[in-house]
């Protein structure tokens, strides 16, 4: 069956310092991966789209790879803020299933200042 | 735009009785979602929409769960009766094109006693 996998340990990391996260996935040829961060008590909110043809894809201090063959896409958030403490989602997609998302379980990470 | 609207925000009923989430899309989006969120689970689809028209409703758990979508700017998920199992937070979200990011609303917490 399809999997999704991200980290349910929280990570934790020093204000200034380059956050990772891991989304691995099983089963599934994802043509899309987006990622959304969720804050305590709110919807997920869009952060970035990258598709199967594409390696990296970045936006302000965010950046995301994706790499088909390893499975696996990789979040990072630079020069990290307290601000950043949220919960991060990976979700896969593909269009022969329609624009329907599969979700993964999420990644918490917390920064100290 | 004032973004996806969910209502109620919380809601507390007693097993067997009837609850009704309700959802206003962002005009123009023509995909809308109904996720539900639960700590064990995470976020899973439950059925989504194109065009008003329902494509997939495979994640819905049981006859009990219906959910409408009258108009390009309401829809509603209904569960009727309700049980403990029930409770969980349900999010609605609206999506512009297929491949685009997902806007969700701040979602309805429901509990069932």
């Known amino acids: 069956s399809q999997k999704i996998e991200q980290n349910s340990e929280a990570l934790n990391i020093q204000e200034g310092k380059t956050a990772t996260l891991t989304c691995n996935y099983t089963n599934y040829s994802p043509a899309y991966l987006q990622w959304y961060r969720q804050d305590p008590g709110r919807g997920p909110v869009f952060l970035l789209l990258?598709?199967?043809?594409?390696k990296e894809k970045r936006k302000e201090r965010l950046k995301v790879t994706f790499d088909t063959t390893l499975k696996q896409s990789l979040f990072h958030i630079t020069a990290s803020q307290p601000a950043d403490s949220a919960t991060y989602l990976c979700a896969l997609g593909r269009e022969a299933a329609g624009n329907k998302l599969t979700f993964g379980g999420g990644t918490r990470v917390l920064v100290k200042p | 735009d004032a973004g996806v609207i969910q209502s109620p925000r919380h809601e507390v009923t007693e097993m067997g009785q009837e609850v009704t989430l309700r959802c206003k899309p962002i005009?123009?989006?023509?995909?809308l979602f109904w996720y539900r969120q639960t700590m064990m689970r995470g976020l899973e689809l439950l059925i989504y929409f194109n065009n008003n028209v329902p494509i997939d409703d495979s994640g819905m758990p049981e006859d009990r769960f219906s959910a409408k979508m009258p108009n390009a700017s309401f829809s509603t998920l209904k569960i009727q009766p309700s049980e403990p199992r029930d409770s969980a937070v349900y999010f609605c979200a609206s999506s512009l094109r297929i491949n685009y990011g997902y806007t969700f609303g701040s979602g309805t917490r429901l509990t069932v006693v």
């Open positions: 990258i598709r199967e043809n594409e």
């Open positions: 005009s123009g989006h023509d995909y």
